[in-house]
């Protein structure tokens, strides 16, 4: 986050006498991480809505003038979300009470897709962090850890993404997708003082988790967790930087999530 902020310094300074200090910044490409919600947006299989959209107003007005206006109605947890700490967390953070600074930073792209395709029960383990690290060196503190499985290809069919394609409490026994082990999660926040984590599947617990302890790990230590990402394959490894801002829902759990990354000037 400091090299980027630098370098943007650095860059302001040189072109200063001959051209407007926002151009510095108009050059940097962004690649979206998020979802678009509508009707096809998946939710967690016991939500008893999904996304739903409302036509208020929409068409030519008496006035000649053309005019929309719509309202909707989502859970907090469902397509490209953040779960805020007091999700499984009593008396930790709500989505208003984050700080910038936990939504914003240097990102690493861990890839287990390999064995998460290979196995819908897999839990990335820390072994599969220190393997990223001794090709990468040591995950920076204050990190953004993504991990991508490989399962975002398979988003827009619930049966693939969850193992099931059952809606209700009869299919949460049939959950079957990656996730990150709680080890790992215990690991990252202990040795690497990530700063939060997300990933290209529903939950950041397995789809087999009973007592989601990873989240519980997470959110525990007031880190917010980042579910259902998209397009993570466009990433690379490293040299990443990420925003990912939140509807600001006041003493929410979760929140429709806009997330969005950058790479950084090497």
């Known amino acids: 986050m400091i090299r980027l902020f630098f370098l943007c310094i650095a860059g302001l300074a040189a072109c200063s006498q001959h051209s407007s200090p926002v151009s510095s910044f108009t050059d940097l490409k962004w690649i979206d991480l998020s979802y678009g919600y509508d009707s096809a947006t998946l939710y967690w299989p016991n939500n008893i809505k999904g996304f739903e959209h409302f036509t208020e107003a929409e068409g030519k007005t008496s006035s000649g003038y053309y005019y929309s206006s719509y309202s909707f109605c989502t859970p907090e947890h469902g397509g490209t979300h953040l779960d805020a700490p007091i999700h499984f967390a009593e008396n930790k953070l709500t989505v208003d ?19 998460a395709l290979a196995n819908r029960d897999y839990q990335v383990s820390i072994e599969d962090i220190e393997n990223w690290e001794n090709e990468n ?28 394609p059952k809606t209700g409490l009869e299919a949460i026994p049939e959950l079957h997708f990656p996730g990150i082990s709680p080890e790992a999660a215990q690991w990252l926040v202990e040795k690497r003082n990530i700063k939060s984590l997300g990933l290209d599947t529903p939950s950041m617990d397995y789809g087999q988790s009973k007592a989601f302890k990873t989240h519980q790990i997470l959110l525990g230590s ?44 090497q």
């Open 97 to 115: 009470q984050l700080p910038l600074t936990s939504l914003t930073g240097n990102a690493i792209v861990i890839d287990v897709s390999r064995k």
């Open 137 to 164: 060196k040591s995950i920076p503190g204050n990190s953004i850890v993504l991990f991508r499985t490989g399962y975002g290809r398979f988003y827009s069919d619930r049966e693939k993404y969850f193992g099931t």
């Open 222 to 265: 007031n880190k917010p967790g980042f579910e259902n990402l998209a397009n993570l394959d466009q990433l690379p490894l490293k040299g990443i930087y990420i925003v990912a801002l939140p509807m600001k829902i006041a003493k929410g759990s979760g929140a429709p999530l806009r997330i969005i990354a950058t790479l950084i000037p």
